[in-house]
């Protein structure tokens, strides 16, 4: 049955979005006969008929590019259902691979379960049908014969496929996606020309790494290279993905580059054109990558793993991989465990688990109050992978936690003995909330404890409680309280919440300690200390770091959480990475930032039968530049040769900090706590963004650790929009100003305190905030699941006040090089009679100085652009003394705003790293007040004549900048630096 042809003949009206491409016009399907032209999303609705078949089918062409795509439909059921939000219908808009050029897509819907998984859809009863093919105005697809089949697996009328086609098929929930009839497909001329190209000088790659190796040559580059080979030439030939002509031209093109590239050092190296490092008895060749060690010998020595020798041990290793022939390059993926020791299973297993049989026993083990994403404890509708189910559990019942100890002491043996184990995740990714009556009291006693009385409760929310019994939290089922709901409340139960899940985090630990006592514990949620929605995740990484983490566990790409998680922790801890969802250009900074290892999402053994939108970014099977596949190995291999000379940069010291405000984190305005930033989270990553690339070292301070008296370890504290501050912290930051500190506040700051009551704080400081031009919520972009499987959407601000000074203050800006001063955003306008207008436009001060006491407070009227707060600081890092003994900039000396750089000083030399954030090549100096006269860039092992170059976009150099042993022998006074080792 053809439900439309989208060729012109069709009786009804065609959907929007959708116009027909006659016969023999521009456009179309390659074979030049009428189809249907799509722009956006195909959506059928008022759906009157019986789909009921054995599948529902449909013809594309892609001109260009390849997407996951998917299908949503609603039922009769559905389209009034309760739980239709919640997945009682299907939803599985990225559930499809769809290649460039002719797919044939096949749903097979006899039967197929909604996303809930609680029940069969009723496709006799189908109301709408939605299928995301990655249309758009700029870049249409084209349809043919949307229909009912009988077959359920194979390509029905009138369809006819041909060799060379795509074929991609949904069942329930596992998709698949092949070329059709592969062995008789020929490939394009132009592609049979570069693969013999690539297989006659693989060979002689081959064949110079052989003379290499019967030399004595360790040739681990070369081989990595052959495998990027081997995976243009015979796995990427595979996939309809990476079939098409166009890539596979590209694919074969990078592996030449990089086989030539290769054998050209590789030949140059054993004809003696190009000499290497002399070898002796004292001198053991840097280019040596060690084997790994045997990683039951490590221990944990502060903030690494050390070998038995004390020396750092670095590893990068490929997630699943515990042995095989990536094991030549990575390390193995068994050096950590998830245990899910929490709560008891997972979404994989749970039907094993005692958990699961004690959850439909006890109706008290459901998760009450709560309809959001179930955090991994244990699966709800929205849960990656596993049967359609919800079990979510509340890990405050007994029965629960008895079923929790049954199913650790039955899985025990999986991790214990394992020679390999560096730590056990109890469990991460993880996100809490419960309102079962044992909460509910759990909080009150903690509400009783905190004020003694109600009288204060009352006065901290502005409340009329007769009792704390009185006391029920603020209602959040679907994660957002109420428009109305007291903001002290909501304040003190998402607090609570965070002690509360904590606890629970020790316990699990406890209970896994007596099982294993030795094993390294750790824990967590990465993702939710920098989340608009931390007030409902349970999750304050301060609290796990420092009661339950024996490693710190940090996940992903971003130097911010990481550098933020490393700060919150009372004692050195050593960092892991269980999976890393980045690309490969980001995992190097990662282990400078303090990595001790990572484990790469993913290098599957084959493509995923759930998520092709992950086949897409895996490195063999994916549409992932070959350079970057390389560089993956590259990394692998350069972290085990340069482990030492990483970790040294993890001790350096920061004298620059920026104010990590839990108050400001969980007080957000209730329409934004689905959002995927706040005015706090955009301030804080302005913060970091600039002051991060001004050679030298930034870190965090939390509220905790102010009120202990830590600002007096930093120079200058920034302070990023914290509009929600405690009196005592306030207090800790006045005493830091007046005891000679600097301070640099961003608006809005200092505003209420952390239950939202208005406080005059800025008053102590001569300041008055006589009127605020703050950017309206335009509005929310539909929710996206991330990484770690949470839901956000973008928020759109509106653009709030733009200012361009048209005044400074010439001995403030006295090195301006004509880089207008501006800000955008939050504006407030200031009276303040004793401070010094350092900037100000429209008659506005713009950038307020005040002295406090002994220190100095400069204070930004409005939210400066990334170049002006770059700029300040700048300036105020030379006049507070902030040491930077290196400087990078451009070859005339001006300022790169993306260029990170840190250096360690060493007895003979010194170690620096230079990062390129931007996309583009940037030419760059280093400047440096200790004389060298020999640079090695130690990750190509290449010397350097000058210290200036071009570095690559997204790249990561290393360098050594090599003082004269002589000289430093002749000297009369002893090294200044301690002996590092080359």
Known sequence: MIIRSFTGDDSSPLPENVSVVPEGTDGGFPDGKPSGRLTGVLRITDIAESWAAGSIQLTLYRPTGAIAGGVEADDAVSLNSPEREYGDRISMARRLMLPQGITHIILDINPMRTTQGNREFDFSRIREFTMHLGATQDAPVYLRHLRLCVERDTVGAPAVPVPGDS?????????????????????????????????????????????????????????????????????????????DVEWRQKDLRDALALVREQTTELDAFSRGIVHADDEDDSNIPVPAVPQLPDLSSLRIQGNCFADANGRPVVLYAMNYHHQGPLLRFFAPDDHRVESYSVGGGSRYDTEWSPVYRTFHQNVEAARVGWRGWCGHLIKDQWAMGGRKENVVICLENEAIRDAVRQYNREHVHEWRGNPNLLYNIVQYELMYMCYCDRSIEMYRIWLAQKYGRVKSLNEAWGARLSSI????????????????????????????????????????????????PNVAICAGGTSSMTSSANGTTGIDEELIINEVDDVILHEGSSLLSLDLLRALSDAPRPV?????????????????????????????????RCYPHMTLGAPMQGRVDLDEVYEHMRVALDVRRLGTDIAAFWDLRAEVAIHYSKSSILQVPYGLLKARTTPYLESLRLSYDAVSRLDAPVTFVSERQLVQGRSGDFRIVLLPAVRHMPAAVFDAIDGYLRHGGTVVMLPESCITDEYGRGQDYLSRWGLKVTTVAVPQILGLAPAEQGYDQSFSSDVDFGAGRRMTADTLCDAFFADNTGAAVQTEGVFQQFEAADAEVLAAGEGCPILLQQSIGQGQLYAFAGTPTHDTLREVIDVLMDRVGVRRPVRVTGPQGESLAHLECRVVHTKFHDLIYLVNEAELDVAFRIRSERPCYRIREMRSLKYWDEPAGVIPGRQTLLFKFMEDPVDIGRREDPPEYDYHGF
Do not use: M
């Open 167 to 243: 074929i991609s098929c949904l069942q329930n929930q596992d998709q698949s996606c092949y070329t059709y009839e592969l062995e008789n497909v020929i490939p394009a001329p132009e592609v049979q020309a570069l693969q013999k190209e690539l297989e006659a000088e693989t060979g002689r790659l081959q064949q110079a790494n052989r003379v290499a190796q019967i030399a004595g040559r360790q040739t681990l580059y070369v081989e990595a290279a052959e495998l990027v080979a081997d995976i243009a030439l015979k796995a990427r030939a595979l996939y309809p993905w990476t079939r």
């Open 469 to 516: 019994d009185e006391v029920n939290p603020p209602a959040a089922p679907d994660g957002v309280p109420e428009s109305g709901t007291n903001h002290g409340a909501w304040f003190d139960w998402t607090c609570w919440n965070t002690r509360r899940f904590t606890d629970i985090l020790k316990w699990a630990r406890d209970n896994i300690h007596e099982l294993d």
């Open 576 to 608: 892991v990475d269980p999976e890393f969802g980045g690309g490969a250009w980001d995992v190097f900074k990662g282990f400078l930032h303090g990595k001790s290892t990572i484990a790469k999402f993913w290098w599957p053994k084959q493509p995923s």
